[in-house]
Structure formats: structure tokens, C-alpha cells
């Protein structure tokens, strides 16, 4: 199957948009484990209860928090295509 010129252009920004996505979740999953870690340092014995709400976060971004890249989203478009 051959794209046309307009279709690879879509293509290609579509790849870079997911990938551009993928690193900015990783990036925030990084800055709120490394403000994590500072809350552990700085609180002390009351770490549990004062940094409770960014181990929430981390948790809940951990399965968020990795990078995919492009090739689920051209599987995705040849099934389409194909059907």
C-alpha cells in the first residue's frame, strides 16, 4: 500500500506527537518521584502522613510512565484500513 504525500505528512506528525506525549508523561512521572524523594529527606518520621499525596500521584502514574513510541498507532491505522 503506497501513501500519498498529504498521508505521510499526517503520518509523520502523528508519530511525532505520540512521541512527544510519551516523553512529556515520563518527564513528569521523573519530577514527581525526584519531589518525592525530597519530601522523604526533609519530613522525616512524618513522611508518611505529609508526602502521602505525591506517592499517590507516582502510583498512579506508574503505569502511565513509559514511552510506547509509534508502532501501536500504525498498527492501529493498517487494521483500520484493512477492515
Not at 510512565?65 to 510506547?68: L, M, V
Given at each position: 500500500m503506497r501513501l500519498t504525500?498529504?498521508?505521510a505528512?499526517?503520518?509523520k506528525e502523528a508519530r511525532d506527537k505520540k512521541i512527544?506525549?510519551?516523553w512529556i508523561r515520563v518527564m513528569e512521572m521523573r519530577i514527581n518521584q525526584e519531589k518525592l524523594a525530597e519530601c522523604?529527606?526533609?519530613e522525616g518520621v512524618n513522611s508518611y502522613e505529609q508526602c502521602a499525596h505525591l506517592a499517590q500521584t507516582v502510583i498512579s502514574q506508574i503505569p502511565e510512565?513509559?514511552?510506547?513510541g509509534f508502532r501501536l498507532l500504525e498498527q492501529r491505522r493498517?487494521?483500520?484500513t484493512q477492515s
Open positions: 504525500l498529504e498521508e505528512l499526517q503520518l512527544r506525549d510519551d522523604y529527606r526533609t510512565g513509559r514511552i510506547r493498517n487494521n483500520e
